[in-house]
T-cell receptor, first 114, second 112 residues
Framework: NAGVTQTPKFQVLKTGQSMTLQCAQDMNHEYMSWYRQDPGMGLRLIHYSVGAGITDQGEVPNGYNVSRSTTEDFPLRLLSAAPSQTSVYFC?????????????FGPGTRLTVL | GDSVTQMEGPVTLSEEAFLTINCTYTATGYPSLFWYVQYPGEGLQLLLK?????DKGSNKGFEATYRKETTSFHLEKGSVQVSDSAVYFC???????????FGTGTSLTVIP
């Protein structure tokens, strides 16, 4: 099992550019989510999905879009990058939410917006 | 709303010292509680969890007890090692919820 994979590891964008952060998992998990990690802020939920075709907003969704066409993939799209989106982005998955199921995290994507 | 508050860092300890990282929570329902650890340059990994009041989670010498009366889930380890240097996150999810809530993280450095 590769677990949760994310690409790219690093990315530099100019303000206004768009891009897609890729996330994939091979554990057949229904629940997937995207977080951003900023100093002093911990992890904040951007968007999540409870299954293919179902997505919902988290705490900080503005400026980001997601879709979930397959169980395996959950890409995060930045529509028009802004310096405030400079952060480290983590994708996570779990097989369920109830009963305290563990979330598995990817290695992260470090994004810098100039 | 639901939230987690954990002690500010950074924390610096000598090897073999006792560690406590405080975590308290606010929940509108019944939560499961977690501690995750993040080593430098990596994603988060589950360290331990507890799913109901008075449960004790333990792993790798770390322990935390789910205290409903004080809404707390403090992380402890009796003797830290240099390899424990990392950032520790407290987190919760309601048993009927669909979102995890993380604390801000506490950075631990253990010096030889």
């Amino acid at each position: 099992n590769a677990g949760v994979t994310q690409t790219p590891k690093f990315q530099v964008l100019k303000t206004g550019q768009s891009m897609t952060l890729q996330c994939a998992q091979d554990m057949n998990h229904e629940y997937m989510s995207w977080y951003r990690q900023d100093p002093g802020m911990g992890l904040r939920l951007i968007h999540y999905s409870v299954g293919a075709g179902i997505t919902d907003q988290g705490e900080v969704p503005n400026g980001y879009n997601v879709s979930r066409s397959t169980t395996e993939d959950f890409p995060l799209r930045l529509l028009s990058a802004a310096p405030s989106q400079t952060s480290v982005y983590f994708c996570a998955s779990s097989y369920e939410l109830a009963g305290g199921a563990e979330q598995f995290f990817g290695p992260g994507t470090r994004l810098t917006v100039l | 709303g639901d939230s987690v508050t954990q002690m500010e860092g950074p924390v610096t300890l000598s090897e073999e010292a006792f560690l406590t990282i405080n975590c308290t929570y606010t929940a509108t329902g019944y939560p499961s509680l977690f501690w995750y650890v993040q080593y430098p340059g990596e994603g988060l990994q589950l360290l331990l969890k507890a799913t109901k009041a008075d449960d004790k989670g333990s792993n790798k010498g770390f322990e935390a007890t789910y205290r409903k009366e004080t809404t707390s889930f403090h992380l402890e380890k009796g003797s830290v090692q240099v390899s424990d240097s990392a950032v520790y996150f407290c987190a919760l999810i309601l048993n009927t919820g669909n979102q995890f809530y993380f604390g801000t993280g506490t950075s631990l450095t253990v010096i030889p």
